[in-house]
T-cell receptor, first 115, second 115 residues
Framework: DTAVSQTPKYLVTQMGNDKSIKCEQNLGHDTMYWYKQDSKKFLKIMFSYNNKELIINETVPNRFSPKSPDKAHLNLHINSLELGDSAVYFC??????????????FGEGSRLTVL | AQTVTQSQPEMSVQEAETVTLSCTYD???????LFWYKQPPSRQMILVIR??????QNATENRFSVNFQKAAKSFSLKISDSQLGDAAMYFC????????????FGTGTKLQVIP
């Protein structure tokens, strides 16, 4: 069983389109994240949700809208895609609260290419 | 806020030899965790080793060990008996303990293993 699964793994789309990436975790974790990895492999946090509530929102354009229907799911919707949005997007999860050692469990990543 | 610095963008090691990857960090927190994550070409990030800052003893996981120098804020990773499967990007990361604080990653070191 895949602990953190993302779909799709690859997206190729035109500038201006809207796209979504879905993430699900079966680890029973309360906290989920979206990270963006650019072409230089730099990993930057975008959002974090704890039990469906937004707790971290870095300086991300409002074209990016996360949604967490329940604590096992965190989706990312991107409007009006731009060339600079091309990257690999990683979903991750971790235990919450005092049990939060910071250890992240990652999905396989979703490579987004904007043409 | 914390920062994590990896000063070696690329390293190489002969198969069966030992290599050390460097990492320095800065944090104002008194208690935190440090991590090394591995990202093979398949993309998925995997935890290699974790160190609790309050523990003086260096963490070890089979062929992987760390040299944690708290006063110097240094956290290097030693890979012994390097194997071809060790070839990957390695990321150092820091997370303040407890609560909903974010994990900060370094810029990564690409490790090449030469047969």
């Amino acid at each position: 069983d895949t602990a953190v699964s993302q779909t799709p793994k690859y997206l190729v789309t035109q500038m201006g389109n809207d796209k979504s990436i879905k993430c699900e975790q079966n680890l029973g974790h309360d906290t989920m994240y979206w990270y963006k990895q650019d072409s230089k492999k730099f990993l930057k946090i975008m959002f974090s949700y704890n039990n469906k509530e937004l707790i971290i929102n870095e300086t991300v354009p409002n074209r990016f809208s996360p949604k967490s229907p329940d604590k096992a799911h965190l989706n990312l919707h991107i409007n009006s895609l731009e060339l600079g949005d091309s990257a690999v997007y990683f979903c991750a999860s971790s235990q919450a609260g005092l049990a939060n050692t910071g250890e992240l469990f990652f999905g396989e990543g979703s490579r987004l290419t904007v043409l | 806020a914390q920062t994590v610095t990896q000063s070696q963008p690329e390293m190489s090691v002969q198969e069966a030899e030992t290599v050390t990857l460097s990492c320095t960090y800065d944090t104002s927190e008194s208690d935190y965790y440090l991590f090394w994550y591995k990202q093979p070409p398949s993309r998925q990030m995997i935890l290699v080793i974790r160190q609790e800052a309050y523990k003086q003893q260096n963490a070890t996981e089979n062929r992987f060990s760390v040299n944690f120098q708290k006063a110097a804020k240094s956290f290097s990773l030693k890979i012994s008996d390097s194997q071809l499967g060790d070839a990957a990007m390695y990321f150092c990361a820091c997370h303040p303990s407890g609560g909903y604080q974010k994990v900060t990653f370094g810029t990564g070191t690409k490790l090449q293993v030469i047969p």
